[in-house]
């Protein structure tokens, strides 16, 4: 057993075997967070990026919390494999919201070079007004 899940002299559980016990629990939560975004920005055009972005950001303190003070050396291989699973949809993840980023920047480019477009059609030339 590793020395995360040992007892503390008076027989309670160590802090340290609380917090590894609870990582599983928290990786999962941000799993999930990130695959439903993952997923919403392919998908759905009024996803609220801003909303999923703190919700991420909180999941991911929490995380940062759980771990603080702990060796990762000797947590199990539930949260080994947790936390490489979790780094796999987080570049998946990252991978969509640069497509989405992407995406906008052509839309923005596409509207910019219209409006460009609509002022440089003549309607406002120095030719209309006397001027050559």
Do not use: C, W
């Amino acid at each position: 057993m590793s020395s995360l899940m040992e007892r503390t002299p008076d027989g309670e559980t160590s802090p340290e075997a609380v917090q590894s016990r609870n990582l599983p629990a928290i990786i999962r939560r941000i799993e999930e967070a990130v695959e439903a975004e993952t997923a919403a920005i392919r998908t759905d055009v009024n996803f609220d990026l801003k909303a999923s972005n703190a919700r991420k950001s909180r999941y991911l303190y929490e995380l940062n919390r759980a771990t603080r003070g702990l060796d990762l050396e000797f947590v199990g291989s539930e949260v080994r494999d947790g936390l490489a699973r979790l780094r796999t949809k987080l570049e998946t993840n990252e991978q969509a919201i640069l497509a989405h980023l992407n995406a906008v920047k052509e839309v923005a480019t596409m509207l910019q070079n219209a409006i460009q477009h609509a002022e440089n059609d003549g309607t406002y030339s120095a030719h209309q007004f006397g001027r050559v």
